[in-house]
Each structure stands twice: as structure tokens, then as C-alpha cells.
């Protein structure tokens, strides 16, 4: 089993930055491919991106391409996402997730394990 927890989400003004940290604990070593997942209220859960075992492979969303910036460090059981330039539309429950396989992928129901979430406030 393992466990995942989200940190860093806050109220910040458009323009400005964050970063959101996922810590992992329990069976670490099952936590392979990683990614972070957005839900804005009254929208669908939505892919922001993922990032390899390695760290060699990322993918991004269109909406995320050029602002964040997803990282891991294994030996810390964490994983980061930088967000710079924000948008109102950033605002959203930011979401942690991880597999125990090392295929990515896009696709929120193929993910094992999930933290609780962070609150992103944009304000305009």
C-alpha cells in the first residue's frame, strides 16, 4: 500500500507561482509512474501531467505546457509540480496520484493510488 499527500496549495494572484509537493509513504518502492490531476468545481477530473519512474519521460497537458513543471526526487519519496504564470482558470483541487507499473498514462482511472488533494485559488 501507499499512501500519498499533497502540501502547497494556497490563494495566490493571477501571474503569480506555486509549488505543489506530493509525499509518499508506505510500500514507496511500488510507487512507479506519477502524475497530477486537477477538478475545478462543476468540471470532469482533468490531466495536468505525469512523469516516469526515472524521471527521463514527462508529458504535460496543452493547458500546462510552458507554466509547470513536474519533478521527482525518489530518494525523498517526493514529487513536485512548479506552476508559474497562473491563471484563474489554474483554480481547481490539485490532485496527486501514482501507479504500480511503470507505464504512464493520461488516464485517471488507470492510477492505483491517490492523495487527498490541495485547494489552487487563482484570483483575477
Known amino acids: 500500500q501507499v499512501q500519498l499527500v499533497e502540501s502547497g496549495g494556497g490563494l495566490v494572484q493571477a501571474g503569480g507561482s506555486l509549488r505543489l509537493s506530493c509525499a509518499a509513504s508506505?510500500?514507496?518502492?511500488?510507487?512507479?509512474?506519477m502524475g497530477w490531476f486537477r477538478q475545478a468545481p462543476g468540471k470532469e477530473r482533468e490531466f495536468v501531467a505525469w512523469?516516469?519512474?526515472?524521471?527521463?519521460?514527462?508529458d504535460y497537458a496543452d493547458s500546462a505546457k510552458g507554466r509547470f513543471t513536474i519533478s521527482r526526487d525518489n530518494a525523498k519519496n517526493l514529487m513536485y509540480l512548479q506552476m508559474s504564470s497562473l491563471k484563474p482558470d489554474d483554480t481547481a483541487v490539485y490532485y496527486c496520484?501514482?501507479?504500480?507499473?511503470?507505464?504512464?498514462?493520461?488516464?485517471?482511472?488507470?492510477?492505483?493510488?491517490w492523495g487527498q488533494g490541495t485547494q489552487v485559488t487563482v484570483s483575477s
Open positions: 512523469i516516469s519512474w526515472s524521471g527521463s519521460s514527462i
Open positions: 508506505g510500500r514507496t518502492f511500488s510507487s512507479r509512474a
Open positions: 496520484a501514482a501507479r504500480q507499473v511503470l507505464a504512464v498514462t493520461r488516464l485517471w482511472e488507470l492510477y492505483d493510488y
